[in-house]
C-alpha cells in the first residue's frame, strides 16, 4: 500500500490542525538539519503518524514525543515505545524543565498554535540548543523581517531578541496529507549566548505587545496605558527614544534598549 493511500485510512482532525507529511525525503531533510547525536536529547512536538519520528528514534538515545491526539500517540507508543518516551500531552501543558539540557526541538507546528508554540520555546531559551520546525511560509517571514516592512511585528522582535532564526528552505502543499492551502518553510532557531538581552522578560512582552497592540498609533499612544500601569512618565525617556515613532519603525536593539531603560527605572522607582 502506497504511503499516501495507507495516510488516507485515517481521517485527521482538523480542529487539531493534522496535515501529515508524507514525503520521506522531505522527512530526511528535516531531521538532518538537527545535527544529531545519539546522546542528544530531542523532544518532538506533534509528531503524529511518525513521518519524522522514525529517523530520530532509531538513532537518538533520548527522545521524547509530545503528541496530543490519544489514538496517534497510542500508535506511536506501539512502534516506538522501545526507542523513546510517548508522552500523549498537548505541549503547552508540557514541562519541558524535566529534562537534561540543553534539548533539540523538532516539529511540524499546527498552524493555528504555532504563535503559542514559539513564546513557549523563548520562555525556555535557557535550555534549548535549537529548534527546527516546520511553519506557514507567510508565518516563517514574519519571523525574520526587519523594520519599516509590513511583516515586521511582534514575532519578528520576540524570535530574533531569544533566538537566531534562519528559513532553510520551502515544502509544497503536495507533500502532505490532507494537502493544506498554503506552502510552508522549514526554520531552524538557535540559540547563542546574546549580550543584547532583556534584563525583564515580562517586562520586554509587555512592552513588544503593547507596542504592536495598535500598531497604526506612535509610540505614544500605544504605550500610553502601559506606562500608567507602571507609573512611568514619557518625559523620562524622551531623550533616548522618539516616542513619535510607529512600532514598526523601532529595531530590536531599540526595544531591548527601551525595555531595559523601563525595568531600571520600575525597579529604581520600587526601592
Known amino acids: 500500500m502506497r504511503t499516501k493511500e495507507k495516510y488516507k485510512l485515517y481521517r485527521p482532525k482538523k480542529f487539531l490542525g493534522q496535515n501529515f507529511l ?4 522531505i522527512s530526511k531533510k528535516i531531521v538532518s538539519q538537527l545535527d544529531m547525536k545519539e546522546t542528544d536529547t530531542v523532544i518532538e512536538i ?3 503518524r511518525g513521518a519524522l519520528t522514525k529517523h530520530i528514534a532509531v538513532f537518538c538515545k533520548n527522545y521524547i514525543a509530545v503528541e496530543i491526539d490519544k489514538s ?11 526507542k523513546g518516551k510517548i508522552i500523549n500531552e498537548d505541549f503547552l501543558k508540557f514541562d519541558l524543565l524535566g529534562f537534561k539540557k540543553p534539548v533539540k526541538i523538532i516539529g511540524n507546528l499546527p498552524y493555528n498554535i504555532a504563535s503559542e508554540i514559539l513564546f513557549k520555546l523563548f520562555d ?3 535550555m534549548i540548543e535549537c529548534a527546527v520546525l516546520m511553519l506557514q511560509k507567510e508565518f516563517a517571514r514574519r519571523l525574520i523581517a526587519v523594520p519599516h516592512t509590513k511583516d515586521y511585528g511582534i514575532m519578528s522582535v520576540q524570535t530574533q531578541v531569544f533566538s537566531s532564526p534562519k528559513i532553510l528552505f520551502n515544502v509544497p502543499p503536495t507533500v502532505f496529507f490532507p ?18 538581552i532583556p534584563l525583564n522578560k515580562e517586562i520586554f512582552k509587555k ?5 504592536f497592540g495598535k500598531r497604526r498609533k506612535t509610540l505614544k499612544n500605544s504605550l500610553k496605558d502601559l506606562f500608567e500601569e507602571l507609573d512611568l512618565e514619557f518625559d523620562d525617556f524622551d531623550m533616548f527614544f522618539d516616542f513619535t515613532k510607529r512600532a514598526e ?6 526595544y531591548v534598549n527601551m ?5 531600571s527605572k520600575v525597579f529604581y522607582n520600587a526601592e
Open 72 to 82: 496517534m500517540s497510542e500508535e506511536l507508543e506501539a512502534i516506538y515505545g522501545d
Open 46 to 48: 506533534g509528531p503524529g
Open 124 to 126: 525556555h531559551m535557557d
Open 259 to 263: 525595555s531595559n531603560l523601563i525595568f
Open 179 to 196: 494537502k493544506p492551502k498554503v506552502e510552508s518553510s522549514v526554520v531552524k532557531l538557535t540559540y547563542p549566548e546574546k549580550e543584547n
Open 207 to 211: 512592552l513588544a505587545r503593547s507596542s
Open 22 to 25: 508524507v514525503d520521506d525525503n
Open 249 to 254: 519603525n523601532i529595531t530590536v536593539a531599540e
